[in-house]
């Protein structure tokens, strides 16, 4: 399923905190947010996933606005997994992802034996099937992000918005939680580098289509990101300031602008995708403002 987001705004307490963002996350893509803390992207997410209405501009789902429809319909076709869990009652984690079923169940229905496998097979996708039984409240903030993650895997979206969701995770459990994001998705076997994914919107459709639900997240560590997205759009004081396969899109020069530190590009041994090394500016470059 294509995601577009269309030329979005949003204004809090008389402030625009984003202007006129554009993205089209092709079916099947996996699409990367980076910029520095307090950038907008949290915020797109929430427009995105609903929580928050944007001041302008559209979100649609092959050409649908996602804002207009039916709270249920939107929740089968787009799943997310914000920073904030908001839970506050001590449900089992089985009882957590099967929340996930329920834009699927007519009214208040009782899960079925179908709903019930679909959950066992999220939990196990996430290596969390050994905590079924367990209290949501009384888990580590790691088991918690894979429990949050196997329920929108239960709702078994075409649109998966996660915001940071290698938050809290070891750097095992980081690289088994993106490396979901790639589940199924043959094409995606080797480098995030690889100049033949950077094709034409038309032909990223085509590639992806294979694979998972078409995904958005926003990521703090841009190794990652070099790694697991097929496209970055950074985003720096609330606009949009570069878009592109990763290998394009992190240069010494744009990390500087945005980040305020000095990259040195290298490729993986095995993968080829651009990975970074750091170091700070003596005089650290003014990052893009609203």
Request: glycine share 12%; hydrophobic share 40%; net charge neutral.
């Amino acid at each position: 399923m294509r995601l577009d987001i269309e030329d979005l705004s949003v204004d809090v307490a008389g402030r625009r905190l984003v202007h006129d963002i554009a993205l089209r996350a092709g079916s099947g893509r996996v699409i990367g947010l980076v910029g520095p803390n307090g950038s907008g992207k949290s915020t797109l997410l929430r427009c995105v996933y609903r929580a928050l209405r944007p001041s302008a501009g559209t979100v649609r789902l092959d050409g649908a606005d996602l804002h207009a429809m039916d709270v249920r319909e939107g929740a089968r076709l787009l799943a997310a997994v914000p920073q904030e869990n908001g839970t506050e009652f001590d449900f089992t984690v089985a009882e957590i992802v099967a929340m996930g079923r329920l834009p699927h169940q007519r009214g208040a229905g009782r899960a079925s034996t179908a709903d019930r496998a679909v959950c066992e097979r999220a939990l196990t996708r996430v290596g969390a099937q050994h905590l079924a039984d367990r209290g949501f409240l009384g888990l580590s903030g790691g088991e918690k992000q894979r429990v949050l993650i196997a329920r929108a895997l239960a709702q078994e979206p075409r649109v998966l918005v996660l915001d940071e969701p290698t938050n809290h995770l070891d750097i095992a459990q980081q690289l088994e939680v993106l490396g979901l994001l790639r589940d199924g998705d043959a094409h995606r076997a080797g480098s995030a580098g690889d100049t033949t994914r950077a094709g034409s919107a038309e032909g990223a459709d085509r590639t992806g289509s294979a694979g998972g639900p078409t995904v958005l997240t926003a990521l703090h560590d841009l190794n990652l990101a070099a790694v697991h997205c097929d496209e970055l759009y950074v985003i720096a004081g609330g606009r949009l300031v570069a878009s592109g396969p990763p290998h394009d899109v992190l240069t010494p020069q744009l990390l500087a602008e945005v980040f305020g530190v000095r990259a040195h590009r290298v490729r993986h041994p095995e993968s080829g995708a651009v990975q970074l090394l750091f170091d700070r500016l003596p005089h650290p470059a003014p990052r893009a403002s609203s």
